[in-house]
């Protein structure tokens, strides 16, 4: 079973950055594996996978919503994908989830995402 940890949330001023990380606390898992997605829900509103990133050669995909503002990225070193989020705006506010799917391309449905992280909880007001 892999257990994701996100991390890096937090609370920021809009225009603002925030880079959020997605870890395994499993060993002997490398996220290089896994294609992973990066979903995020607001209150009220539906989850929204705003990101993901393909196992066998790290090509991406975005939402609309955060195209041009965030990366996704791994260090396989440090068995980590990151999500970069720049430029933030109040309407990002939300919880962010990373989830892991099989080995393979994205984007992917979101029910082949099988592990799923706890949360971050990022919020951007002045």
């Known amino acids: 079973q892999l257990q994701l940890v996100e991390s890096g949330g937090g609370l920021v001023q809009p225009g603002r950055s925030l880079r959020l990380s997605c870890t395994t606390s499993?060993?002997?898992?490398?996220?290089?594996?896994?294609?992973i997605g990066w979903f995020r829900q607001a209150p009220g509103k539906e989850r929204e996978e705003i990101s993901c990133?393909?196992?066998?050669?790290?090509?991406?995909n975005y939402a609309d919503s955060v195209k041009g503002r965030f990366t996704i990225l791994r260090d396989n070193a440090k068995n980590v994908v990151y999500l970069q989020m720049n430029s933030l705006k109040p309407e990002d506010t939300a919880v962010y989830y990373c989830?892991?799917?099989?080995?393979?391309?994205?984007?992917?449905?979101?029910?082949?995402?099988?592990?799923w992280g706890q949360g971050t909880q990022v919020t951007v007001s002045s």
């Open positions: 989830a892991a799917a099989d080995w393979g391309h994205c984007p992917r449905p979101s029910y082949e995402y099988i592990f």
């Open positions: 499993t060993s002997g898992f490398g996220l290089d594996y896994f294609v």
């Open positions: 990133i393909s196992s066998s050669y790290d090509g991406t």
